[in-house]
């Protein structure tokens, strides 16, 4: 009797050991930022890279690295088809990846609701923005003549936002879609290039233009999420300017990306074990002291979301009614 009880429990230590194994990620972890250096998605990608690996089981190095190009939609292709499925590859990005498989004038390749969500830091509303100088002050004004806004990229917010804008609320935006990212729009901005740019998180305005805010330097057009920010109480939110549950619904959907601002996320078919070591090292990261001391000093807001509950956000987004995301996408091709 003796010797099976010292047998079974041999087994069940070796199973144990044979799971933490399965789970532990050793080596390298590689975090894709979908953005230009120096702009919002570059600095929340390397906020999290800086904690999140004492966190992970294995102890492995971070390294994260700028993937620029179409919105994001170049590191979200990046995650299925070259990049490993061991939970060492990761990217964060905005949410027109998101998106673009449902109402993209394309078929990308990939269905985000198939990706492996680790968790999001925050929650957001996206911003319409214009120069001070700018004739234009409010978003009435921006119904009675154009206005010139930097695009991103095909599939990002910056490029979809306006057009929704136009249609739903008859304002003039007029997208002039050739900068690669945050930093140069900045300087568009900056150099009166463009009025101002439409689709900007406020958690990204915050931690790369905090002087904008603090001087006034920039009007707030409206806000572009599903609920309104607490900071801006006086800045109109777009769901209570539509009048149609049909456009509450399209917004629904636009929008739903809003709730999970600052996503990261793991390709498709990363083993169950590393997965869910992922997940828990983001959200011990998410409570993490000096991980919320540099945030302060970023101004970057933490307000996170666990990996399960993203991947049940993408999964509604992706559920949405047929003719909702036909009218959206026939509205937003060019």
């Known amino acids: 009797m003796l010797r099976a009880i010292a047998a079974a429990l041999c087994i069940a230590s ?26 919002g998605v570059d600095l929340f990608g390397r906020l999290l890279g800086r904690h999140i690996g004492r966190h992970i089981a294995g102890e ?42 449902l109402i993209g004038d394309r078929n990308p390749g990939y269905d985000m609701s198939q990706f492996t969500w680790i968790g999001a830091i925050s929650k957001d509303v996206s911003l319409c923005i214009v120069r001070k100088e700018s004739p234009v002050k409010t978003l009435a004004d921006a119904t009675r003549q154009q206005v010139n806004v930097a695009g991103t990229g095909a599939g990002s917010e910056t ?39 439409c689709g900007w998180s406020l958690s990204s305005l915050k931690s790369t233009k905090p002087d904008w805010l603090a001087d006034k330097r920039v009007n707030i057009l409206v806000q572009m999420a599903l609920a309104k920010s607490p900071e801006m109480p006086d800045v109109p939110l777009v769901m209570d300017l539509v009048k149609t ?79 909702v995301v036909e009218r959206t996408k026939k509205l937003i091709s060019p």
């Open 14 to 39: 070796a199973t144990t050991a044979l799971a933490q194994d399965a789970g532990t990620i050793t080596g390298t972890v590689n975090i894709y930022a979908a953005g230009t250096a120096g702009g």
């Open 60 to 101: 492995p190095n971070v390294v994260v690295q700028v993937m620029p190009g179409a919105g994001g939609i170049r590191a979200a292709n990046f995650l299925v088809q070259q990049a490993p499925r061991d939970g060492t590859a990761m990217a964060i990005f905005a949410g027109g990846p998101i998106l673009e498989p």
């Open 159 to 197: 490029d979809t936002f306006p057009v929704v804008l136009n249609d739903l609320l008859g304002t003039k935006f007029k997208v002039i879609t050739c900068y690669l990212g945050s930093q140069q729009t900045i300087l568009a901005i900056e150099s009166g290039e463009v009025d101002g740019r």
């Open 245 to 323: 549950e049909a456009d509450r619904q399209l917004l629904t959907l636009l929008l739903g990306t809003t709730a999970i601002a600052r996503p990261f996320v793991a390709p498709p078919g990363v083993p169950e074990a590393r997965t869910r070591n992922l997940r828990r090292a983001f959200d011990a990261t998410m409570k993490d002291p000096e991980f919320l001391k540099e945030a302060a000093i970023m101004r970057a807001d933490v307000e996170p979301t666990t990996g399960e509950d993203v991947q049940k956000i993408v999964a509604a987004m992706y559920a949405t009614p047929k003719a």
